[in-house]
């Protein structure tokens, strides 16, 4: 289909990335855990979003270009690593409030949850070489359209990764709805994420690729 090759072991290799938790899961964790299913089916279609820029790239060959400019793929990194210690430091400060009506949530705070989740994803500069080294295993040697393969791949990825994350909000909103009476362990949540974030931000930042 498309041009492409092997696509049953394309979509379970997919399927075992996407379950790997990064800081595209720990994001959906947060805002699930603290503002619920809602607030993380947002997070997943933002991170969906982020991701189309990198399919986008790819198939432009834009990511090829940043991979070969060393000075574009470090600005990029630190830019990302800088927004990842961003979010962390946000969910450290964050309240400590239980889970309330989640249907009450302002529009502009679902807003704010999509963008960050889209700018999570967007500037991890590690998602243009996964695309970069992953998809091109799965095309056809004598695709006549590489691009249009590239970008059936990616979009397919992408799917099936926004259906997990997705999973992942319900899961982990259903969790915490069980403990969302004790405040100290929404906190606990809290920080434990943000500290999480913190430290994929400066991994980021000091990793050499």
Request: glycine share 10%; charged share 10%; proline share 2%.
């Amino acid at each position: 289909m498309f041009e492409t090759q092997n696509l049953l072991l394309f979509i379970i290799s997919g399927f075992l990335l996407n379950i790997t938790p990064g800081a595209d899961t720990l994001y959906i964790l947060g805002r699930s855990g603290t503002q619920g299913f809602r607030g993380g089916a947002v997070a997943a279609m933002g991170i969906g979003a982020g991701c189309f820029v990198h399919i986008v790239a790819a198939t432009a060959g834009l990511s090829a270009l940043l991979v070969a400019s060393a000075t574009a793929f470090s600005v990029i990194k630190f830019v990302g690593a800088a927004y990842l210690v961003y979010i962390g430091f946000s969910l450290l400060r964050s309240s400590s409030a239980a889970i309330t009506d989640i249907k009450s949530l302002p529009v502009t705070n679902l807003r704010s949850i999509f963008w960050q989740g889209f700018l999570t994803n967007a500037l991890n500069p590690k998602v243009a070489l996964f695309f970069l080294a992953f998809l091109p295993q799965f095309i056809a040697t004598d695709a006549v359209h590489k691009s249009l393969a590239l970008f059936f791949l990616g979009i397919l990825f992408n799917i099936n990764g926004t259906i997990w994350n997705v999973f992942v909000a319900w899961a982990s909103s259903q969790l915490m709805q069980q403990l969302k009476r004790s405040g100290s362990i929404t906190q606990w949540f809290n920080k434990t994420i943000g500290g999480l974030f913190v430290f994929l931000g400066i991994k980021l930042a000091i990793s050499h690729s």
